[in-house]
Structure formats: structure tokens, C-alpha cells
């Protein structure tokens, strides 16, 4: 039981009493999907699995209830309409939209507190836990945060089921999506390629082809699964076949440092039926990485399990080909993709967090040569993103250097690319896709 077993980064929870009756209240609440979504979207991951499609999962690093705003939700789709639009076309493939949107709320942290001029408080652990201020009342955890970050959720998902199915997100919108952002080389690069796509909509049209099926897309919803007693509260038996589903997401990962063969993610998540994603770290093992398959996915079901590698540039042509090897040898049906944020963070001189873009372009490409080499299918790409122009990871066409951080450097926990680069960055995986 899941319970019972060692739980890495969980909250101190100040009062039992009060967790104890927020969890009945969440219990209680409807779910946040359908059963039956999280269905669709495994068949459409066990397809990308098979090469026939390609997992696009962006957001934030840590979502905010502040920031859960109609402008910053609109962004967001925005830019992640717009790289699955140059993805499809560049690469010809569908393109499945998975947002780290509407649930992103909690984060493990590399050290339980933080210091700043000599004082010591508990990190920021997410708007779902604690607060960002750094007040000694801010940090600590709040039980009833849960109940704001299911509501919150709520109108999240609410809005982008709106943008999605009611016109927003009809292709005859394409140029639409790119209004508003500042130009820039990528958004130019984009509106040539929304002429073309324009063009061949009217080609298509006056052919008295049905293009009724461009006027809504399927976006769906995901989040790290590390709060368990949220995760456990939004579990329920689906009334269609008996079996239990995480109802918060449509999809959740477990990250990196949760995912102990004997820990309690592990547990969780191998008793949900949804699709269920795990990071995997450059000291990951090969015999580890199999027994976490046979544990997630032991019955070796297409589209259940999402295998997120986050190696750093410096390290994926050495490491991952030994672990998708052993993976593809034992016939084990799993998605590959590549979060290629996570493993090159780094301070900047002038000790912001960052990444540089380049390092994010050069893993990929060894994602994309790595499974070039094996004849195995690089499915997709997991990225930290905004729609925003913030300044918070270096490089791309507006050359962002560590001077230019301060500017816009808005996230709470990890630098995540702005619009620009997140542009950039799929025109470059749409190449690499066309290649292939
Ligand atoms: O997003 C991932 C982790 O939460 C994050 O990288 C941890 O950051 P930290 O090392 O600042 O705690
Ligand atoms: C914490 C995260 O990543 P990882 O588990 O790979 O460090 C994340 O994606 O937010």
C-alpha cells in the first residue's frame, strides 16, 4: 500500500487534522477528466509510440494560481498550437498537445530550504503547498492550497476546453496565433509557412474537401504526480470498467527524484489505468529502468507508458543508447521522448538559473541521432515553455546573455523558454523529424 511505503519529497503538513478534512473535501469533488479522455489520448501515445505521431508536452515549470489569468493561459495555447501546427507540417505527422498546464502546481526541490543573506526558511515548494514569499509564515505548508490548486485547475482546464473546441483553435485561425507576439525571425519563419498552410486549406476547400475536422483540437492535460495526498484524493474507480483512474490529469509523470522501484509514486501510479510518463536521469541503470517498466507497464500495453529522458547535452550520446537498447531488446512497447531542459541547468555569473537554447537544440539532436542509430522511434518532446517574452534562458535569434536575465526573469523555480525560442525549437525538431 501505498501508504506505507517511503514517500521522497512530500510537505511537512503542519496540522493532520486539517489535510485529513481537505482530502475528504477533494474526495468528494467531481473529477477534473473523463476516464474515457485518458483512453483516447493512450491510443494516441501507443500510435506515437509505433512512429505514426509525435507527443508535443509543454507549460510551465511551476504553474501559479496568480498567473492562472486568461492572457497567460491564451498565450500558452498559443504557442503550443503554433509549434504542433509547425511540427505537423514541417514533419507531416499528427501532433498530440499535452499541456503541463492545470495541475503543474507542486515541485521537488534539490534542497528542502533556502537561504538568502544568512537566513534559512523551507523552499518553495509549489503554489500547492506553500508560498513564494520568503517570510517564515509564507513557507510554510498549507493544507487548504490543495483545494485552491484543484480549483484553479478547474477554470484552467475549463478555459483551454473553450480555446480548443470553440473556434480558437480552428486552423483557419493559424495566423491569429501569432498576433500579439513581438516579431522576431521565428514568427516570420511561422507566418510563411501559415500562408502555405492557408493556401492549401483553400486548395482543399474549393476541391469540396471537408475540412470541418480542423475547427477543434484535442489538447490534454498533465502534471508531475508528486503530492500523494492530492493524487491519491483525485483517484477514483471509473464507472465504465471498474478500474481505477487518476482523475486530476489526463496523463502524470513521475519525476526524477520520486521514482524508487520500492517508493510510493511508484506504487500510485502503477494502480492508475491512464497514461502514465517517468523521467529518466542520466545514472539511471539499464536492470533499473526494466524493473520500473515491469512494475508501471506489466502488461506491456502500447501508449501506457511514457519513458522522458532528461540527460544534458553533454551526456545523452553516451548514456541513453545502453538504456533504450535494453528497453528495445526485451520487446518493451514504451514512448520515448526527450525533455531536453532538465539536464542543463545551470547559475549564470550573475546567479540566475538558466539553460542556454543551444544546449536544449544539441539534445534533442543526440535524442533524434541516438534512436537514429538503434532504428527506434524518438516520439516526442517535453519542454518548459511560456507564451510570455520572458528572459530566462540564454541564446536564440534575441541573443538573451546573462546581462539581459534580470529583465523579464519571472519563473519561480526553472528558466523556461520564451515564445521566440520555443518557435525556434520546434522549427528545429520539425527538420529533424522530416529527416527521419
Ligand atoms: O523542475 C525541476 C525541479 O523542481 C527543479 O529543477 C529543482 O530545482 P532546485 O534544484 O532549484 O531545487
Ligand atoms: C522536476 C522536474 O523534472 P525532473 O524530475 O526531470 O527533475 C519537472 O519536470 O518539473
Redesign the pocket.
Known amino acids: 500500500m501505498w501508504r506505507d511505503l517511503p514517500a521522497l519529497q512530500q510537505p511537512e503538513w503542519p496540522d493532520e487534522a486539517v489535510l485529513k478534512e481537505v482530502t475528504a473535501e477533494l474526495a468528494a469533488y467531481p473529477p477534473l477528466v473523463f476516464a474515457g479522455e485518458c483512453d483516447d489520448l493512450r491510443d494516441r501515445l501507443a500510435a506515437a509510440s509505433r512512429g505514426e505521431a509525435f507527443l508535443l508536452q509543454g507549460g510551465d ?2 504553474e501559479t494560481f496568480a498567473e492562472a489569468t486568461a492572457d497567460r493561459i491564451r498565450n500558452k495555447i498559443k504557442t503550443i498550437l503554433q509549434m504542433a501546427v509547425v511540427l505537423t507540417y514541417g514533419a507531416s505527422m499528427p501532433v498530440i498537445k499535452v499541456g ?1 498546464m492545470a495541475g ?1 502546481y507542486s ?2 526541490r534539490s534542497s528542502p530550504t533556502e537561504t538568502r543573506d544568512g537566513v534559512a526558511l523551507p523552499a518553495y515548494k509549489g503554489d500547492a503547498i506553500n508560498d513564494y514569499d520568503f517570510t517564515p509564515e509564507s513557507r510554510i505548508p498549507d493544507p487548504r492550497r490543495l483545494l485552491r490548486a484543484y480549483n484553479t485547475s478547474a477554470s484552467t482546464l475549463n478555459l483551454i476546453r473553450a480555446f480548443t473546441k470553440g473556434g480558437f483553435a480552428d486552423l483557419r485561425q493559424v495566423h491569429e496565433w501569432n498576433r500579439g507576439f513581438v516579431k522576431s525571425p521565428a514568427n516570420a519563419r511561422y507566418e510563411v509557412m501559415a500562408r502555405d498552410i492557408d493556401r492549401a486549406m483553400r486548395f482543399m476547400a474549393a476541391c469540396g474537401g471537408d475540412t470541418d475536422a480542423l475547427r477543434t483540437v484535442d489538447f490534454y492535460s498533465s502534471h ?1 504526480g508528486l503530492l500523494l495526498d492530492y493524487e491519491r484524493a483525485l483517484t477514483r474507480i471509473d464507472s465504465r470498467t471498474g478500474t481505477p483512474y487518476n482523475v486530476s490529469a489526463h496523463m502524470v ?1 513521475i ?4 521514482r524508487q522501484l520500492d517508493g510510493a509514486h511508484v506504487d500510485l501510479m502503477s494502480r492508475v489505468r491512464n497514461p502514465i510518463g517517468m ?1 529518466v ?1 542520466p545514472k539511471t541503470t539499464p536492470d533499473e529502468l526494466l524493473r520500473l517498466i515491469d512494475k508501471l507497464d506489466p502488461h506491456r500495453e502500447p501508449g501506457r507508458l511514457t519513458l ?1 529522458s ?1 540527460m544534458g547535452a553533454g551526456t545523452i550520446r553516451d548514456v541513453l543508447p545502453g538504456l533504450v537498447e535494453a528497453v528495445h531488446r526485451e520487446g518493451m512497447p514504451v514512448l520515448w521522448i526527450t ?1 531536453p ?2 539536464g542543463n541547468t545551470f547559475e549564470s555569473a550573475s546567479g540566475y538559473k538558466t539553460r542556454r537554447l543551444d544546449d536544449v537544440l544539441d539534445e534533442v539532436r543526440g535524442f533524434f541521432e541516438v534512436h537514429a542509430a538503434l532504428g527506434t522511434v524518438p516520439g516526442g518532446l ?1 519542454v ?1 515553455l511560456t507564451g510570455d517574452d520572458v528572459t530566462e534562458c540564454l541564446g536564440g535569434s534575441e541573443r538573451i546573455d546573462d546581462a539581459d536575465l534580470a529583465t523579464r526573469y519571472e519563473t519561480l ?2 528558466p523556461r523558454l520564451n515564445h521566440q525560442q520555443s518557435l525556434e525549437l520546434a522549427f528545429l525538431v520539425a527538420e529533424m523529424l522530416s529527416e527521419r
Open positions: 515549470c511551476a503541463r503543474q515541485k521537488p508531475e509523470w519525476g526524477e527524484r520520486t523521467k536521469g522522458i532528461r525533455d531542459m532538465h517535453h518548459e523555480c526553472d
